[in-house]
Nanobody, 115 residues
Framework: QVQLVESGGGLVQAGESLRLSCAAS????????MGWYRQAPGKQRELVAS???????NYADSVKGRFTISRDNGERTVYLQMNSLKPEDTAVYYC?????????WGQGTQVTVSS
């Protein structure tokens, strides 16, 4: 069983940066693909970025060039560096760990970007 705990959300102004962290426990971290998703009020949850155990990454078009996902397998942690934040990035951000049908979610952390 994998447990995920996110941290690092908050309130920032447009143009500023935040770094989200997701600490994992309970299983073989490197085997899992890790992802960050977000859900804004009234909208569906969407993929922001993902990273495989060996470091291959994928980004939503809306965050390419601004956000960077990374992972430290030794520390069992995945990060999301968010630069040049925009008001439309406001959402609850969720960490995800996936290995086949084994799918785990964190509790979410709020990111609010004011204009």
């Amino acid at each position: 069983q994998v447990q995920l705990v996110e941290s690092g959300g908050g309130l920032v102004q447009a143009g500023e940066s935040l770094r989200l962290s997701c600490a994992a426990s309970g299983s073989i971290f490197i085997a899992y693909a890790m992802g960050w998703y977000r859900q804004a009020p009234g909208k569906q949850r969407e993929l922001v970025a993902s990273i495989t155990g060996v470091g291959s990454t994928n980004y939503a078009d809306s965050v390419k060039g601004r956000f960077t996902i990374s992972r430290d397998n030794g520390e069992r942690t995945v990060y999301l560096q968010m630069n040049s934040l925009k008001p439309e990035d406001t959402a609850v951000y969720y960490c995800n760990a996936r290995l086949g049908y084994d799918d785990h979610w964190g509790q979410g952390t709020q990111v609010t970007v004011s204009s």
